[in-house]
């Protein structure tokens, strides 16, 4: 082996040394080093590769580490309160809703059939091969009429709107989408 190549692997060795050991894992899947909490993750990968001559199936699971860090002292060098699992915050937070909307060739996908009045982020995911947008009005035609801009295939955009209680009618405006059946009902809840 050359010494350059020997510097390396030592380095490579002397930097594993003083690195936080995901692998000592609590009983609860997370270790505690360096201000990190350590939590594992899994993932399940499918791949289809050619194998002499043959398209073959092949299933790994993937596996990593991240590091969710410890919350900083508090200025006075009490240390910071966390929340109590079950306890309710003192202050009322407004909270955003969300609603996911799958659009594929001609439909859409709600990720819940209802959300609560109020702010809500409306993500558009277009998993078709053409491109799309959403557009959501009160079913009796009252009230604004708000718009996800058009985006191409695979990609993804969401608006901020802020709904008022009634059941929504959403719809693709691309000239003939609309007719092909890509339309949905959401009902927002007071």
Known sequence: MRRPALAVGALALASLAFAPAPHAVSHDGAAASAGCTWKRHSKRVVK????????RRVVRTRHWWTCLRA???????AAPTLPVP?????????????????????????????????????ELDNQGEDPHNLN??????????????EIGSQKRTSGRFTLAPGSYKLWCSIPGHEELGMKATLTVTP
Do not use: M, N, W, Y
Not at 48 to 55: K, P, Q, T
Not at 71 to 77: F, M, S, T
Not at 88 to 111: D, I, M, N, Q, Y
């Open 48 to 55: 289809h590769v050619r194998r002499h001559g043959r398209l």
């Open 71 to 77: 919350p900083a002292p508090a200025v006075d060098g």
């Open 86 to 122: 079950g306890q309710e915050p003192s202050e009322e937070e407004p909270t955003v809703g969300r609603l996911g909307v799958k659009a594929s060739e001609f439909k859409f996908v709600l990720s819940r059939p209802s959300i609560a009045a109020g702010e809500a982020i409306v």
């Open 136 to 149: 959501l009005q009160l079913a009796d035609g009252q009230g604004p009429e708000f718009h996800v801009g």
